[in-house]
T-cell receptor
């Protein structure tokens, strides 16, 4: 069992829908990262958070340290949001452990 | 544009070849990383360099040899690879502060024939 579990593995939505991707972890962490990977392979850091909630544009990330759970929400989804979304937890020092990713497809 | 540049973007090599992957960043970061991403698997950490010194080798086979001549450049030298080494190899860098995010390059798609 991975230390970081994401759900769902695949998600298909219609443009405009509200999307939620979940991440659960089993270890103590100092921070949690949400990353976006486009088909070309490049990865962009979306959020780094250790408590509460962060918002950037249509993206919202929340974390509950007690429950060892984080969610990434996308409001008013758009086809350009189609990508793989990866959750990663930061443990000792700067080591990151990654989830397998959630493939999101937003249809027009 | 993330500020981290990887070359080449694609590489096909035979098992007896020797090749190198290059990563360059001018973000002033002192930590640089090599990750491997195989199909349907999470990213795997390979090597970590801090201030040009290797601080982590995640049990990587010796056919992968990293080199960090300065804080801006990182190489991954490849020799006598196996077909199962085919994957996306990603470089990343990070600032010194504990709350600094990772900056990834676009990766090198490696195919070993």
């Amino acid at each position: 069992k991975n230390e970081v579990e994401q759900s769902p593995q695949n998600l298909t939505a219609q443009e405009g829908e509200f999307i939620t991707i979940n991440c659960s972890y089993s270890v103590g962490i100092s921070a949690l990262h949400w990353l976006q990977q486009h088909p070309g392979g490049g990865i962009v850091s979306l959020f780094m958070l250790s408590s509460g909630k962060k918002k950037h544009g249509r993206l919202i990330a929340t974390i509950n340290i007690q429950e060892k759970h984080s969610s990434l929400h996308i409001t008013a989804s758009h086809p350009r949001d189609s990508a793989v979304y990866i959750c990663a937890v930061q443990t000792s020092g700067s080591r990151l452990t990654f989830g397998e990713g959630t493939q999101l497809t937003v249809n027009p | 544009e993330t500020g981290v540049t990887q070359t080449p973007r694609h590489l096909v090599m035979g098992m007896t070849n020797k090749k190198s992957l290059k990563c360059e960043q001018h973000l002033g970061h002192n930590a640089m990383y090599w990750y491997k991403q195989s199909a349907k698997k999470p990213l795997e950490l390979m090597f970590v360099y801090n201030f040009k010194e290797q601080t982590e080798n995640n049990s990587v086979p010796s056919r992968f040899s990293p080199e960090c001549p300065n804080s801006s450049h990182l190489f991954l030298h490849l020799h006598t690879l196996q077909p199962e080494d085919s994957a996306l190899y990603l470089c990343a860098s990070r600032g010194d502060q504990g709350n600094s995010p990772l900056h990834f390059g676009n990766g090198t798609r490696l195919t070993v024939t």
